[in-house]
């Protein structure tokens, strides 16, 4: 027995393991622990794909949280500020009472379930009606535990559509075209798996742009066509670098297939104008470009002049629709908005004009994962048909939303005065969404000493940022920005005090990082 | 005006909708209404791809269905008995009771939730109990709202550590290797978007498969290279025909990265052998192939001779893990089992002796999805650790488990006795799963027939099926089988009496088909 082995069979015996099941221990065979999935066999889409809202910076702060949980004493601050995913829930915010209390009694099972009679001492009637009537009608009496139509249940589609007409004043929609999803995230890559045909293929995305767009085109090895954003004129666009955009491109022989607006943006938290939707849904027809639309932000909008329009009422508006002259998918979620429900995973998209056949593979697509999770139905249901206005639960409900509504008003003007107001920094308004996306000058020795670490000198300002100061931001590079702008994304959720605290520490950090930086051959602290 | 403008005009007009905001109708362009994305120019991969779980007969049952609705009168029979999805809650499995308890609390929030007085006079107090721990320690006080670690919270997963290693006699299992996932199939997809590297990549897949694998492979142009089960000997697995298939690939120049198990078996039903697993383990070691073992079935083993081995325990046995010569995956699922919770989609996968580097990449995969659902997470974490055997609820629980395990026990020997009786079937014993898979002969006339109609034999057998008696299976093709051999998948979840009537009602079919196709020159009727 060879040295190796005898170690193998003792460490057997120690751990005490059944050894009369050891089948063929006593005659062991020994096979290379080389790896088949090594970096260069793996798929090389995914090595390349970068997503930077859970990179390298929060990764480090994971493991600063978990420093700080073991010793609190270890820094100057006893918490990670997590500003680098608009995840509502996880730094304060209450979820809303109804949607939950309906939630679960949907999810109790009939025998000690939604007709117990001591639950009408703890939930209103209106919510046992609401759970009842999912039960019956939405779920077809099969409860949560059972997989829905790969779309989700009819109903829930059915209150979708009467929302959507609701909202775009009374431009049709049709339940069967609209696909319920695990979060918008699942839709938008099911989407793109269908419209992306090999390495030839790409997409307009915006500069800067939510990173799930550049990780799913990377995924399929496909070509993102950036448009950059106009950051001096509040992140607009401009149609003639559009043109530009998109004309160079197909003279690189990239087959661009599609367009992706992002509205309310994100990270940019801009509120595009009914001309500039206008604009685009006619880009689009012109070019025979599929647009995605990512609307997740609609229910966020802050600025008392701006108003949300969806690519839809613009395309109907432009006429598009009727003439049918326009492949249009628009996304929605229950993580955003008032709700913030980020861990149900619910979400929606709706197919406009798409080819038949097409449409009939996107459903196969789905069917392939089944069904998106019931939870994340329910709740999606919830969020585009609320309580009745005559309900006892109805008034209690709209407060909630208000006060959540009121405050993220207030956050957004906060944050983006008290970025502005640091020497260095400039913020464009967050007329919406959850997002400031503030440019920083950055001092010449934090350039030199990034490179001589090399990482981007975004990557290296926040993790300096994190180590001085706890709080966690996502660096403008993972977004994309134009060349020789620097960054960093930040959300606007925490607590308003927690923020005020933000700000001076942001500023404190930005004066003694600029200092530690202010020459070109400074070394890293 | 043109007449078209005209038209459209009046229909602004018509609709009723605010005129005023129609920024270009009277100044329309008009744009061709052809499309961009027609089966010619989407994703040839998503094209090509076959899902047949919810292929075209479960689209034609759901016509039918709703034919019923309309009118109940329209066939002898007056429900679609769908079995082609194993979806116990569809068929009238009820969902264990506390869990959802557990679960229903979970979703309460803070101000009228767990702590509620009330409550305690509906749940039991071991109930809230756990409800609390999983609010406090499992969420860490963010609540159900919160996006979670990508790979699911940590509480979680050391649960699901201490499973597995109680499970597999002690082999060590580590929750940092634990991805959390919606349902295994979202698992079963990362893995293979990892693993697949370009087109000249394979997977060894068993034949019959379920067709997740198929259709993902499908999605990355990938080569499935199948491997057969022999059904006369139980579906078992002939080694040297696993060396032969490996050999023939290789030499087509198919780079083969990885191996799909399925135990027990979906669509066949068998439970392998500790031998046979202990070979499969050392075969993918000694080829360097990645093992993806789907063990979403371990819990639905009912041959008192059968006994479920984990593909982790045989590579323990084998001394491939401690040699780390192996790189494996296992899947797990809250839809099987005993809870059969489908709607929920909870899952997770266990990644063993992956490169650390590969699994970072893993990591950010998951993390482009942000998060799997919570309360998919929550009851994947109740399903792992049940209530405490002291608990009020323990007796109750294990007793409904109790019930559902004797049930199907029961109803997997009816369906296989059942089928076997019908002349011209044979089937294999379900020794474990949710699935029967029985051969038929066909008589020579429906070959003909079918192929006139340009479409399978067996999904000419099965739309047939269901036009007589609103029985919906999967037709056999769609899993993969050698040719010449014909036949259907059905699961046997519906209630004994249904499934009685079932058996009666497809010995009657099979009557009628081969009667109506005895000749081989036959006419559809």
Known sequence: ??????????????????????????????????????????????????YAVRGQVVIAADALQHELEENPQSHTYTKVLYTNVG???????????????????????????????????????DVIDRAREISHVGLGDQGTGAYSHSQGHLAFRQD????????????????????????????????????????????????????IYSAAIACHGAHQVGYYLEEEKGWSMDMDHLEQQLADAKAKGINVVGFVLINPGNPTGQVLTRQALCDVVTFCAKHKLVLLSDEVYQDNVYDENAE???????????????????????????SKGLYGECGHRGGYMEVVGMDASVEGHLYKLASSGLCPNLDGQ????????????????????????????DELKAKAKLMTEGLNSIDGFSCQPAQGSMYCFPAIEMPPGA????????????????????????????????????PGRHGFRTTFLPSIDDMKQAIKDMRKHHEEFCARHSEESSKVA
Not at 90 to 111: H, K, Y
Request: proline letters at 6%; hydrophobic letters at 40%.
């Open 1 to 50: 027995m060879s040295l190796a082995k005898a170690l193998f069979t003792s460490t057997l015996a120690r751990r005490g393991l059944p050894i009369q099941r050891v089948a063929v221990a006593s005659n062991i065979r020994w096979y290379s622990s080389d790896k088949r999935l090594t970096e260069d066999t793996m798929s090389q889409n995914i090595r390349n794909m970068e």
């Open 87 to 125: 995840n509502p829930h996880q730094v304060g915010q209450e979820s809303l009472q109804w949607p939950r209390q309906v939630m679960a009694l949907c999810n109790l099972p009939p025998s000690k379930g939604i007709d117990h009679p001591e639950l009408a001492k703890v939930f209103p009637q």
């Open 160 to 211: 979708i559509a009467k929302f959507i007409e609701q909202r775009d004043g009374g431009v049709t929609s049709n339940p069967e075209h609209i696909f319920m999803c695990n979060g918008a995230s699942s839709g938008i890559e099911m989407i793109l798996d269908v419209l992306l045909n090999g390495p030839d293929a790409g997409i307009m995305i915006p500069i800067p742009q939510y990173p």
């Open 308 to 334: 949300f329009v969806s690519a839809k009422r613009a395309a109907w508006e432009t006429g598009l629709l009727e003439q049918d002259a326009i492949e249009l998918i628009s996304f929605h979620s229950t």
């Open 378 to 405: 329910i709740l999606m249901d919830l969020m585009v048909r609320g309580p009745d206005p005559w309900t006892e639960s109805h008034r209690e409900h709209e407060a909630q939303k208000r006060k959540i509504y």
């Open 447 to 482: 350039i030199a000493a990034a490179k001589q670490q090399g990482m981007a000198v975004d990557t290296y300002y926040a993790l300096s940022l994190l180590e001085s100061t706890g709080i966690c931001v996502v660096p403008a590079a993972g977004f994309g920005q134009k």
